[in-house]
């Protein structure tokens, strides 16, 4: 498989509704800028609207004092990245679903259609409401059965980052992609204002290579770790500007698998999580924000270093695409021995990994059909070998004007490379030294 053909990285998509939003910076001179556009100062206080990477905002229109939106629960087409494409089920087209995004106070009435072959119903996961809107089934509500419409009508008391998801069959039909995120944003914001605001959906899949059905029976094996149901290459990086404030809202509904999302190149603060905002006193920072299985974290930060900066989770197969885990130990073992006696019942085989994983992607070997095993992207200096719940943060000077597929220039004497023999001597080091 050659990664070098797969298309990395897109603009991030804007809420419905809301002028979309251009990122990054064009840090390699004579490339035309990306198209500028102003910050989105679009609710109280001068919120800025959010941005789902890879997704969109539902539209909603206003009438009568209501807020009123249309989901449709339908079966998907989807892309997790370059070669990989599964049969889901989602909303309104897509997975995750559209992201929900008012006010405090704002009362919705939210139409759900279900174009699924079997009953769904919506719940509200983390937000406070009359409890016959609550959407268990069988307990709050009958289930919504193929063709019908349900309508749910609450408000929206408190402001938070919370998710929606079904409350039918939930173990296939989350499995199958059917998630959101929902954004409430203060109606009397306090602290500092964010210049740049994003929500992601962390998710994790069993998706057999050759195959395009995600497993919902899986309890333990998952091959595909997800930011907005993106895959890397196929995440969208997040642009932002040196100096500016960020704020984050991640969104776990995983299956079995709590999230530890590692941050390159900063620290940031914990600032809410879906049962409210947690007080400044009660704030660290940390470079590592734990997002568990049901929860949401907010974490804001002000970058000061500019550069490509990777952030991923910080479980180390969740960064691998379609790994297989059913395999013996191969480090160390000796090929010379293996490939002739195998060789000669199958002429093609050759040992791979004996002496580690980390090329194995660039062998360009072939693979089945509608798959990513070991399947990364390409950087700037050659393979990047992470893949699944990996995205890169992008921190320039004018994000504005910048372009979100360009790479960061180091400045001279800024990067590491290989070491001179001069230098080596000079500093004493021997390369060839031997320890125990």
């Not at 007080?279 to 924000?289: K, L």
Request: net charge neutral.
């Amino acid at each position: 498989m050659d990664r070098r053909k797969f298309v990395q990285f897109g603009v991030a998509a804007g809420g419905a509704l809301l002028a979309s939003q251009a990122f990054g910076q064009n840090a390699k001179p004579g490339a035309a800028p990306a198209r500028p556009s102003p910050k989105r100062a679009v609710f109280p206080g001068g919120q800025v609207a959010v941005t789902t990477p890879n997704g969109v905002t539902l539209p909603l229109k206003e009438k009568d004092g209501l807020k009123i939106g249309h989901l449709v629960a339908m079966p998907v087409k989807h892309t997790f990245a370059p070669g990989l494409e599964g049969d889901c089920w989602g909303y309104n087209g897509r997975t995750p679903g559209p992201t929900i995004e008012v006010v405090e106070g704002d009362r919705v009435r939210i139409y759900v259609t279900n174009k699924l072959p079997e009953p769904t119903t919506v719940h509200w996961h983390g937000v406070i409401l009359p409890n016959g809107m609550d959407g268990v089934s069988g307990l709050n509500q009958r289930p919504i059965k193929t063709g019908e419409t349900f309508v749910y009508e609450f408000t929206f008391r408190h402001p938070g980052t919370y998710m929606y998801h079904p409350h039918f069959d939930e173990m296939t039909q989350m499995a199958l992609g059917m998630m959101g995120m929902i954004v409430v944003h203060p109606k009397r914001p306090k602290g500092p204002p964010v210049d740049r605001d994003f929500v992601l959906m962390t998710h994790e899949w069993k998706i057999t290579p050759g195959s395009r059905r995600p497993d919902p029976n899986e309890m333990t094996d998952f091959n595909v770790l997800t930011f907005n149901s993106k895959a890397f290459p196929g995440t969208e990086p997040l642009v932002v500007g040196r100096g500016e404030r960020v704020r984050i809202r991640f969104g776990n509904l995983s299956a079995m698998d709590h999230h530890p999302i590692h941050f390159h190149g900063l620290t940031f603060e914990t600032t809410w999580t879906d049962g409210g905002e947690i007080p400044a006193a009660a704030r660290h920072p940390e470079t590592t924000v734990l997002v568990p299985v049901g929860s949401t974290r907010v974490i804001e930060f002000v970058p000061d270093e500019l550069g490509d900066w990777a952030f991923h989770c910080h479980m180390t197969h969740h960064v691998m695409n379609q790994m297989g885990h059913g395999m013996p130990v191969m480090v160390g073992a000796n090929a010379r021995k293996i490939d002739p006696r195998v060789q000669s019942l199958v002429p093609s085989y050759m040992t791979m990994g004996q002496t580690g994983m980390g090329d194995m992607a660039e062998m360009g070997m072939p693979v089945p059909k509608n798959s990513i095993p070991m399947g990364g992207g390409p950087g700037p200096f050659g393979s990047i070998d992470m893949g699944g719940m990996f995205t890169i943060l992008k921190v320039r000077e004018s994000p504005e004007t910048a372009d979100p597929k360009g790479w960061y220039t180091h400045p001279k004497g800024t990067q590491a490379e290989r070491a001179e023999d001069a230098l080596l001597k000079a500093d004493g080091i021997d390369p060839d030294a031997t320890f125990g």
